[in-house]
């Protein structure tokens, strides 16, 4: 059987969305709105010279958008567009599950401004046998600094949030213990199944180090996260016998569920080593899903647009590398999962379209495309190429030029 593309690459630059959503009066940070944000162009101005991002701009990053440093180019080898949101939400799991067919109307739990409501604190305490401390918003290296030596002091949980909607418990590796961290993080999933206190994600932050000048988190993270409420188009895949692969916290996003084979990382050049390697070296069929959250977890939250833009520069780099090394029968997309535009007010991320650059060596007739209605015409593209059926209940149409099928 042939396919328009035997690999599929999905690589998500995590919040580098690309202007705001039609209804993005309706979402806030802090008393702003998130009307008139757009992570890439307002990076781009705060850049002394501009975005240098060549090989972006080389496949038509500038037809999306008047991004600084960026030219129009012909760009035969790649499509672009821009696509809207469907789902009620701009977190992480929101843009992801959508991306892959799931339409969420009901959002996660937030819990940014005002912290963990104190009933749902202190059934955690009671539970877990262990005093909570912080339970606000914060950077998970800076709340150890905060909150460390008090924690391995009293053996407490130190519980803090983020712009996501996640509970995390950071706790030392040698004084609380691997295992019981875990326990904990399991008793806090189940509390927070309540529709009240559902969060997507509950994370265990282990640390090591000996005061609040080394302290360090370890790789021993783990998430508890909500599967997706339907089957997926990764799903469909598996089902299948295509290749579901995973690189970065995919596989936590889905719990696991669709996902053949995952791959964690601890940086976005550690996520594109482990990519590019993906590509020299294994003959698969089907799809190589990655996230790439530094642009995000770094910079985007950190209200730091020149080290966002320092990261696209870098990032760009690496897709360039990519590109020199696809095959005829590869695709490459290049996107994201929602805003975070680091001009903005406040530290939550921002209602956003995402960009849709989609580049294969076989392209022959690229150009600029009219706007998506959603994210999940990703799934759809990659479903249709791979000659599958997108279940009735799943969003999202195939990109028709994308495969060669204009009208």
């Known amino acids: 059987m042939s396919f328009s593309y035997k690999r599929i690459f999905v690589i998500v630059a995590d919040s580098a969305g690309i202007g705001y959503e039609p209804d993005a009066d309706k979402f806030f940070n802090g008393d702003s709105s998130d009307w008139g944000s757009n992570t890439f162009v307002h990076i781009a101005e705060k850049m002394p010279n ?105 053996n407490s949980l130190i519980v803090y949030t983020s712009s996501d909607s996640v509970l995390q418990i950071a706790a030392h590796e040698e004084v609380t213990g691997l295992e019981e961290l875990y326990r904990c993080c399991e008793i806090a999933r189940e509390i927070c199944m309540k529709p009240e206190w559902m969060v997507g994600r509950v994370i265990a932050r282990p640390y090591l180090g000996t005061n609040k000048t080394n302290f360090k988190r370890t790789s021993n993270r783990h998430d508890l996260a909500l599967k997706p409420s339907l089957p997926t188009v990764m799903n469909v895949l598996e089902d299948n016998g295509f290749m579901t692969n995973c690189v970065g916290k995919i596989g936590d996003i889905f719990d696991g569920y669709g996902v053949v084979k995952t ?108 706007e998506r209605e959603c994210f999940g015409d990703i799934g759809a593209t990659v479903l249709e190429n791979f000659n599958l059926k997108m279940p009735k209940n799943l969003i999202g149409k195939p990109i028709e030029e994308l495969l060669g099928k204009e009208k």
């Open 50 to 154: 501009g975005l240098n991002i060549p090989n972006m701009n080389a496949i038509g990053i500038a037809d999306l958008a008047d991004i600084r440093g960026t030219t129009k180019v012909s760009h035969p080898h790649s499509y672009v567009a821009r696509a809207r949101e469907a789902s009620n939400g701009k977190d992480t799991m929101t843009g992801h599950w959508e991306m892959m067919g799931i339409n969420t109307q009901v959002p996660f739990k937030t819990f940014t401004d005002t912290g963990f409501p104190k009933e749902l604190i202190d059934e955690l305490e009671k539970r877990t046998g262990h005093k909570v401390i912080g339970n606000c918003a914060a950077s998970g290296t800076e709340i150890l600094v905060e909150l460390g030596e008090e924690q391995m002091r009293d």
């Open 263 to 370: 791959q964690k990382t601890v940086s976005n050049e550690d996520g594109m080593d482990k990519t590019i390697k993906e590509l020299k070296e294994c003959d698969f069929t089907g799809l190589c899903f990655v996230n790439l959250v530094e642009f995000d977890s770094e910079y985007g939250h950190r209200r730091n647009p020149i080290g966002y833009g320092e990261c696209l520069e870098r990032f760009d780099k690496r897709v360039g590398e990519f590109m020199k090394l696809m095959k005829d029968d590869d695709l490459l997309i290049i996107t994201a999962d929602h805003g975070n535009d680091p001009t903005w007010p406040g530290t939550d991320h921002t209602r956003e379209k995402i960009p849709l650059l989609m580049y294969s060596p076989s392209i022959k007739n690229g150009r600029y495309l009219e």
